[in-house]
């Protein structure tokens, strides 16, 4: 999962809906992670943005989203674009039968 501030509404316009889904951020214990990742994100980097949101975070926690991958769909194995022939057992030159007749 992925999480997305989305102030002036245009992460949706802009989305491959084939790829993941979005919804809002309303799960309380996730907003919860959300705004402890702000908090790290403000310590480390003393970020003026992070501060903003912290700072307003009941009012713009509406304006996250929540990226969420689709499922993955049981596929089945690729098939080898090439089989490897097999090995073919050369007998040794002791094995060989002597050729008759002169040479």
Known sequence: RA???DPDLQFAAN???GMVGIERLTN???AKSVEKLL???LEATESPRAGELLK???AVRGQF?????H???AKPAAQPVHEPEKAQSTPSAE???TPKGGY
Request: hydrophobic share 40%; aromatic share 20%.
């Open 56 to 58: 307003n975070w009941t």
């Open 39 to 41: 908090y790290a994100h």
């Open 3 to 5: 999480y997305v501030w």
């Open 95 to 97: 094995a060989q039968p």
């Open 65 to 69: 989203w929540v990226v969420v991958p």
């Open 28 to 30: 309380d214990e996730e």
């Open 15 to 17: 989305l491959n809906t």
């Open 71 to 73: 499922p993955t769909e």
